[in-house]
T-cell receptor, first 110, second 115 residues
Framework: DAMVIQNPRYQVTQFGKPVTLSCSQT?????MYWYQQKSSQAPKLLFH???????NEADTPDNFQSRRPNTSFCFLDIRSPGLGDTAMYLC?????????FGPGTRLTVL | DQQVKQNSPSLSVQEGRISILNCDYT??????FLWYKKYPAEGPTFLIS?????DKNEDGRFTVFLNKSAKHLSLHIVPSQPGDSAVYFC??????????????FGKGTKLSVKP
């Protein structure tokens, strides 16, 4: 049974064309995270929600925004994707110290 | 400035032998450590964790050792199986027990277990 679901699994977009990635969870966890992982790199935290409280990492570009309309869903919006935004985007949830990840969305910007 | 370092990008081990994956960290305030396993085209899967008040935690074939004085932890897999072939990420947290604890990840070590 999938606990953290990400859609789509693969996304191709054009330079500058907005894209939205989706994450949903069946765990009822109050914290949700978005990470960016580039090839051979460590996952890098972009932001997280503690319930409805949004916490942005200091070095997350303004181009990246997020919405969490309810406990189950969280979206990552990339307003004007650049070539450097090609990466795997991982959603995770937690209720304590352990984070549970979804399968990721592989985004390619052409 | 990497706070969590996995200095070996890859490791190859024979099936049935021990796999030892290493991780070093620089921030002495880290209070919780986790290991994740990642297959291609999948998200990281939680494997095992250890709090900073312990020096060993064991779960089946997996054991994590923590040496706080050396700021070093290691993951031992015994016996190694071909299905263990994956990328292993070490992660550290600053807020043990707190749900807002952010994880700092290493770059990962790719383990290959050969039959």
């Amino acid at each position: 049974d999938a606990m953290v679901i990400q859609n789509p699994r693969y996304q191709v977009t054009q330079f500058g064309k907005p894209v939205t990635l989706s994450c949903s969870q069946t765990l009822n966890h109050n914290v949700m995270y978005w990470y960016q992982q580039k090839s051979s790199q460590a996952p890098k935290l972009l932001f997280h929600y503690y319930d409805k409280d949004f916490n942005n990492e200091a070095d997350t570009p303004d181009n990246f925004q997020s919405r969490r309309p309810n406990t189950s869903f969280c979206f990552l919006d990339i307003r004007s994707p650049g070539l450097g935004d090609t990466a795997m985007y991982l959603c995770a949830t937690s209720v304590s110290y352990t984070q549970y990840f979804g399968p990721g969305t592989r985004l390619t910007v052409l | 400035d990497q706070q969590v370092k996995q200095n070996s990008p890859s490791l190859s081990v024979q099936e049935g032998r021990i796999s030892i994956l290493n991780c070093d960290y620089t921030n002495s305030m880290f209070d919780y450590f986790l290991w994740y396993k990642k297959y291609p085209a999948e998200g990281p899967t939680f494997l095992i964790s250890i709090s900073s008040i312990k020096d060993k935690n064991e779960d089946g074939r997996f054991t994590v050792f923590l040496n706080k004085s050396a700021k070093h932890l290691s993951l031992h897999i015994v016996p190694s199986q071909p299905g263990d072939s994956a990328v292993y990420f070490c992660a550290a947290s600053l807020n043990y027990g707190g749900s807002q604890g952010n994880l700092i990840f290493g770059k990962g070590t790719k383990l290959s277990v050969k039959p």
